[in-house]
């Protein structure tokens, strides 16, 4: 059940920063968004690729994860780079986020698929959720937005990560889909960390701070 309440927890617990410490930067969300990319890059490679490299033929795995790199590239043009911390807020927007709302849903949706028995996954999708709640969490309540709709928002924003999971385990869904999918949510994970990681940087160069949050997110997804 971790693999269920895991990414609620974590979106609960972004939300709440926002709410308890409002316009305050109670830490440095670059650093934090470097050191979940890091490790959600990391993880993935350690232990979702090669499960699904030793499962399916080469090239379709290939062609899948391209798929999913693409299929967020796309996704990206309508949540505004959410995903990785692109979110430019508009005190003036009064009309409910649509594309937004869609965007982030499949994403969240699809990212609950490989968690299930992936300890690792679930730690870096938890690590990744925290930091793109609090940023979609102030760009609502930036908004013009009724309290109501953003509650909702948020409520089935929290919940599809777990539904992805819940559909996984409880569709009669052959290996090969599975592995499949989990190949599609490699790719997305690949686009959302790396763009992440070149993000992290400012005028092009890293900073020591930086540097030693992401070698320190490699080496913790390594040895846990």
Request: hydrophobic letters at 55%; charged letters at 10%.
């Amino acid at each position: 059940m971790i693999s269920f309440f895991a990414p609620i927890l974590a979106v609960i617990f972004g939300v709440s920063i926002v709410i308890v410490f409002g316009k305050s930067k109670p830490l440095n969300l670059k650093l934090f968004l470097a050191f979940s990319g890091a490790f959600l890059l990391s993880t993935t490679i350690f232990e979702l690729l090669p499960e699904v490299y030793s499962n399916i033929e080469t090239k379709k795995i290939g062609i899948f994860i391209m798929g999913g790199i693409l299929l967020q590239i796309l996704l990206e043009f309508y949540s505004m780079g959410a995903e990785h911390g692109h979110l430019n807020h508009q005190n003036s927007e009064d009309y409910f986020p649509w594309f937004l709302f869609i965007s982030l849903g499949i994403h969240a949706f699809f990212e609950g698929f490989p968690l299930k028995g992936h300890s690792n996954i679930i730690i870096g999708v938890v690590i990744h959720k925290i930091p793109i709640a609090i940023l979609i969490t102030t760009y609502l309540l930036k908004s013009k937005l009724p309290k109501l709709q953003i509650a909702l928002f948020l409520l089935i924003f929290t919940l599809l990560t777990p539904l992805g999971s819940l559909s996984a385990d409880f569709l009669s869904l052959s290996p090969t889909l599975i592995y499949s999918i989990n190949a599609v949510v490699i790719g997305m994970f690949f686009h959302i960390s790396t763009v992440i990681l070149f993000e992290s940087s400012e005028g092009h160069h890293f900073n020591l701070n930086k540097i030693l949050m992401i070698i320190s997110a490699v080496v913790l997804a390594y040895f846990i």
